[in-house]
């Protein structure tokens, strides 16, 4: 409650100063979330090779397609973001004067393997895009269950015991 003098004036100095503390508090208060991640990334180039591209390209729009909570894009920008993560967070065990010693000092890859594929994975894509690729498998699968669907009952043997 505003104060009140002898002469009726209202004391608004106090007041003023209240509402530009709330108004100064509102604007370094800004939740981080209004900010775009992009806003606080500094921009570097690196040159890749055009499989590498092909099959981040590949690999951000299967992720894209395959998250459940949709909150953040996944570009290739993103993935290359967690591998570079992931080479600090394993620099104590890289070790190399070229570029493919440096690789296998931090990956579990074949030996003389330009694109080591880790465990449980897909083999590397050749040189054509790995969307040609999975056009192709997809098309095989699906001749393999247009061709079941065409096949005849299989009828369970009977030994000899009638039905």
Request: hydrophobic share 35%; charged share 30%.
């Amino acid at each position: 409650m505003p104060k009140v003098d002898l002469v009726g004036k209202l004391d608004l100095v106090g007041k003023l100063a209240h509402a530009r503390e709330r108004v100064e508090a509102a604007e370094t208060a800004r939740p981080v979330s209004e900010v775009p991640l992009y806003a606080t990334l500094v921009r570097k180039e690196a040159l890749i090779r055009e499989e590498q591209q092909a099959a981040l390209t590949a690999l951000a729009r299967d992720l894209m397609r395959r998250r459940r909570h949709k909150a953040e894009r996944i570009t290739e920008n993103t993935l290359i973001r967690v591998a570079i993560d992931l080479l600090l967070a394993h620099e104590d065990r890289l070790r190399g004067a070229s570029e493919s010693e440096l690789r296998k000092s931090v990956t579990p890859g074949p030996p003389n393997s330009t694109n080591p594929a880790p465990a449980k994975s897909r083999p590397p894509a050749s040189r054509e895009s790995r969307t040609s690729a999975s056009v192709e498998s997809r098309t095989s699968r699906d001749r393999q269950i247009s061709d079941a669907a065409e096949a005849p009952p299989v009828t369970p043997p009977t030994f000899g015991v009638p039905r």
